[in-house]
Nanobody, 121 residues
Framework: QVQLVESGGGLVQPGGSLRISCAAS????????MGWYRQGPGKQRELVAA???????NYADSVKGRFTISRDNAKNRVYLQMNSLKPEDTGVYYC???????????????WGQGTQVTVSS
């Protein structure tokens, strides 16, 4: 059983900052890419940022220069530091991890339950 648990969402004013976290636990052999996706009101889920286990990162154009993804591989955690937040950043942010549960398994995607981020004055 694998669990991804997000924390740190909330309400923030435009221009503000927020840091969200995700912890992976359970039967984990190894983790590859970890990332953050979001789904805004009436929108499809989209990739926000991702990081390989080696630290190679990828960002959506809309958040480049404002958001920073980081990982603590020893603790199976991933973080998203969000600065200069805009109302269009509002949405449910989901943690994703591509991981193997044992030596014989392939990489499989796991998802957290989501954390709400609302940017509003």
């Amino acid at each position: 059983q694998v669990q991804l648990v997000e924390s740190g969402g909330g309400l923030v004013q435009p221009g503000g900052s927020l840091r969200i976290s995700c912890a992976a636990s359970g039967s984990i052999f190894s983790i590859g890419t970890m990332g953050w996706y979001r789904q805004g009101p009436g929108k499809q889920r989209e990739l926000v940022a991702a990081s390989t286990s080696g630290g190679i990162t990828n960002y959506a154009d809309s958040v480049k220069g404002r958001f920073t993804i980081s990982r603590d591989n020893a603790k199976n955690r991933v973080y998203l530091q969000m600065n200069s937040l805009k109302p269009e950043d509002t949405g449910v942010y989901y943690c994703n991890a591509r991981l193997r549960v044992d030596y014989f398994s392939n990489y499989v995607d796991f998802w957290g339950q989501g954390t709400q981020v609302t940017v509003s004055s």
